[in-house]
């Protein structure tokens, strides 16, 4: 991994591993916790070339952002034509802008390990035809089924909302 510190201030680069461990957080925590509901960010390219962006339940896993959408939304159209995308959230201390590649997943043990981890976090995602499906899901996400997207990360900028402060922008091996 390449990092490269952005900071004008003098702080140091901020650790990929604070990140990390954070995304895991997010992707593990429930409301009834007492956490607060995380929206992630999904930005893609209308064929226009025009910007798109849209809100998304993403869980990290494995080192890849994983979110649903319907077939017929402007953003499964777009990502169809092309995969390019980012993905942005506020963490605990850490504004983060993930950019990568999407990849559409059909793989059963993938989907249905997925849709467990959907279904701890409060919404009761099945597997079915090879996408998930569920009594209820977003109003942007179209109607079911849904399907799961992978985003492979390529280059990342976090800036930290609280100390060590600092910014950095990391970029992944391929």
Not at 63 to 87: D, E, H, V
Not at 97 to 126: F, I, K, M, N, S
Request: hydrophobic share 35%.
């Amino acid at each position: 991994m390449e990092e490269k510190n952005l900071d004008i201030y003098g702080s140091p680069p901020i650790p990929w591993e604070r990140a990390l461990e954070q995304l895991k957080a997010a992707s593990t925590e429930t409301q009834d916790e007492g956490h607060p509901h995380k929206t992630y960010w999904l930005a893609t390219v209308r064929p226009d070339g025009r910007p798109h962006v849209a809100g998304v339940g993403a869980l990290w896993v494995d080192g890849k952002f994983y979110f649903t959408s319907g077939a017929g939304t402007r953003k499964s159209r777009n990502l169809a034509k092309n995969p390019n995308c980012m993905i942005s959230v506020s963490l605990r201390d850490l504004d983060l802008v993930v950019e990568g590649t999407v990849v559409r997943v059909t793989d059963e043990p993938t989907l249905r390990r997925l849709a467990e981890l959907y279904a701890t976090q409060g919404w009761p995602a099945r597997v079915g035809d090879g996408a998930l499906t569920a009594e209820y899901s977003a109003p942007s996400a179209g109607p079911p089924p849904w399907d799961l997207y992978a985003v492979t990360p390529s280059t990342a900028i976090g800036v930290a909302s609280a100390e060590p402060y600092g910014a950095t922008r990391w970029r992944f091996q391929a």
